[in-house]
């Protein structure tokens, strides 16, 4: 069983940074893909990035390509950090692992997803 819980959610004014830490129990997590999706409030939960189980590819959404970073260490945790935060970044931060042991990058879907964490909210004002 995996647990996630995530950190580092704040209020920042747009141009600041922030950066997300997704931490997991349970030692298959290191095997797992993990991506990062977000909810604004009236819409669906939507893809960021994702990162494959090895760290070394990476997956964006156009919105966040080139300000955001994901990234993971070998201590069952997975980051995102975000540069260049806008107004419109403003939303519930989930991260996601899928249940596919070496898989490769993803999820990118919030369906692919078997474990989630409880959300970190960030707040960018203009």
């Known amino acids: 069983q995996v647990q996630l819980v995530e950190s580092g959610g704040g209020s920042v004014q747009a141009g600041g940074s922030l950066r997300l830490s997704c931490a997991a129990s349970g030692r298959a997590f290191s095997l797992y893909p993990v991506a990062w999706f977000r909810q604004a409030p009236g819409k669906e939960r939507e893809f960021v990035a994702a990162?494959?189980?090895?760290?070394?590819?990476t997956d964006y959404a156009a919105s966040v390509k080139g300000r955001f970073t994901i990234s993971r260490d070998n201590a069952n945790t997975v980051y995102l950090q975000m540069n260049s935060l806008k107004p419109e970044d403003t939303a519930v931060y989930y991260c996601g692992a899928e249940r596919k042991t070496w898989g490769p990058i993803g999820p990118s879907d919030s369906h692919e997803v078997d474990y989630w964490g409880q959300g970190t909210q960030v707040t960018v004002s203009s």
């Open positions: 990162i494959n189980w090895r760290g070394d590819s």
